[in-house]
């Protein structure tokens, strides 16, 4: 997991239990868990520097929970399932798509155009994140 500024932490080591669950952040981030199937990984302050390493734990079949779209276009390309913060799953029907509004936005603000950033996290995107994680561990995707 993609654990930068993750908002859901406590919600996955909840849910999946029974899963081995890897934590991944840089040194910026302060993450702590005492759960017996966590592990915390921290990396370097280098570009890319975690997603590199969660997509290295990861296998095929595994779940990677993140919001950097980057790393979930690497982790789809890879046969790796991909939840994001809010609930919603990138497929690789949809990622090029979804890269391309990215793209888009991000050519928008370099052109000087304001941009609000993304809406605070809710208690909606929390339910509708668990509601996602519940269906794919149910659905044998591994954790």
Known sequence: ???????????IVE??????IHLVHNQHHFINSTA?????HLTGDGPDQADH???????????????????????????RDVLRFRGDKPTNQNIDAV??????????R?????QRGPA?????????????LKKLLQSGVDG
């Open 53 to 79: 390493l969660i997509y290295n734990l990861s296998q095929p079949g595994d779940l990677v929970v993140t919001d950097d779209l980057g790393l979930a276009a690497l982790a789809l390309g890879g046969g």
């Open 99 to 108: 890269l391309e509004i990215r793209h888009a936005a991000a050519r928008h």
């Open 120 to 132: 605070r996290f809710s208690e909606e995107d929390r339910i509708k994140f668990r509601k996602g």
């Open 1 to 11: 997991m993609d654990a930068d500024a993750c908002p859901v932490i406590d919600d």
């Open 110 to 114: 370099k052109a000087g155009n304001y």
């Open 15 to 20: 849910l999946a239990p029974e899963s081995e």
């Open 36 to 40: 017996d199937n966590v592990t915390i």
